[in-house]
């Protein structure tokens, strides 16, 4: 249980945490939080699909119930889609095609594809 780990109640208001007296939601955050805070100089980075609203919402009750400001700046939320945009786009629409993961920057794979085939036929000739 998270609880019980070296720093808890120095980094974390219980108070503010999510979840209730018997059961703390999202401990994994909590965990990956405290494991970076071990050493002064880390941060943390949670990296994640922007389709689990639910975790999104769990990560910043979790960034809201740290304890200091100095501490709080040095986590940061990073999704799938954010780092597709800067992937190379055969990696871009493997994402897409095995995950769904679609960045804004991104048509659906099938366009791209078929432009890609399209580019390269011209480039041949």
């Known amino acids: 249980m998270p609880l019980r780990y070296r720093d808890f109640d120095i980094v974390f208001d219980r108070d503010r945490l ?4 018997s059961r703390l939601h999202g401990y994994q ?3 990956g939080i405290l494991a970076a805070f071990a050493d002064e100089t880390s941060r943390y980075c949670l990296l994640c699909d922007e389709r689990r ?3 999104i919402a769990l990560w910043f ?3 809201s119930a740290i304890r200091r400001c100095d501490q709080r700046w040095r986590c940061f939320l990073v ?5 597709s945009e800067t992937l190379p ?3 871009r ?3 897409q095609q095995k995950y769904g993961i679609v960045s804004s ?3 659906p794979a099938s366009d791209s594809i078929a432009r890609l085939i399209e580019l390269e036929h011209l480039i041949q000739f």
């Open 53 to 55: 609203c639910d975790l």
């Open 18 to 21: 999510p979840g209730d007296a």
């Open 61 to 63: 009750k979790a960034l």
């Open 105 to 107: 920057t991104l048509e």
């Open 29 to 31: 955050i909590m965990r």
């Open 93 to 95: 629409i493997w994402l």
């Open 79 to 83: 999704t799938w889609q954010e780092l």
């Open 89 to 91: 786009m055969p990696l």
